[in-house]
Every structure is written in C-alpha cells, then in structure tokens.
C-alpha cells in the first residue's frame, strides 16, 4: 500500500497551495481518506476527510471554509486545496485512508494506512 502525497512548498499568507495524494495497493473505493497534519514540536491534528463516494466531507473547525477535500475514484486520486493559508497551517500534512465513515474518519486512530507527508510553509 503507497499513498503519495505531493503539492507542498512555500506560500504568503492570504495565498493558496493544491495538495495531491495518489493512492496504490488498495481498492481506494472501499477507503475514506483524511488529511492530517503535525506542526513542529505539535500533535498531530486532523484537518479533513471525505467519504468513499464524494459525498460527504468532514473539516477541523479551523479550517472555516478555507479548505476543500475531493476525490477521483477513476484516478485513486484525494485533491486538498487550501486557500486563505495562514502560518499557523505550517505543517506537515499527511494523507491517510480508512474503511471508516461518520465521524470516526475525524480520529486518527481508524485510519489504516498512511502516506509519507509534504512540508507546507506559510510565510507572514
């Protein structure tokens, strides 16, 4: 199982960057899959997940609208765009798949598989 996560990098606050994770090794219809991310010295904390059709996403309450999850079934492909980034979502962020539905997918201890990480840092 590989979840490959890419699109991290440098952004001003107020800007926008594009998050992918390609998914391999699972049946990526039968997975929700979530976003996560740990800042230095933080905990980990979960930012996003979506269901296994689309329909439905779930986000942090600080995220506040700035954020959105989707998915690609045809490509196992999970999309993150951020938008309004603020340096207090410099982090790493990691994708993560779970069989999972309901709020359950907002807890990281259901989650199955994890990806690598990328690096996102939001300058003031």
């Known amino acids: 199982v590989q979840l490959q996560a890419s699109g991290g990098g440098l952004a001003q606050a107020g800007g926008s960057l594009g998050l992918s994770c390609a998914a391999s090794?699972?049946?990526?219809?039968?997975?929700?899959m979530g976003w996560f991310r740990q800042g230095l010295g933080k905990e980990r904390e979960f930012v996003a997940a979506?269901?296994?059709?689309?329909?439905?996403?779930y986000y942090a309450d600080y995220v506040q609208g700035r954020f959105t999850i989707s998915r690609d079934n045809s490509k196992n492909m999970v999309y993150f765009q951020m938008n309004n980034l603020k340096p207090g979502d410099t982090a790493v962020y990691h994708c993560?798949?779970?069989?999972?539905?309901?709020?359950?997918?907002?807890?990281?201890?259901?989650?199955?598989?994890w990806g690598q990480g990328t690096l996102v840092t939001v300058s003031s």
């Open positions: 993560a798949a779970t069989h999972r539905t309901g709020e359950m997918v907002r807890n990281e201890r259901w989650y199955d598989y």
């Open positions: 090794g699972i049946n990526f219809e039968d997975y929700s």
């Open positions: 979506i269901t296994w059709s689309g329909g439905r996403q």
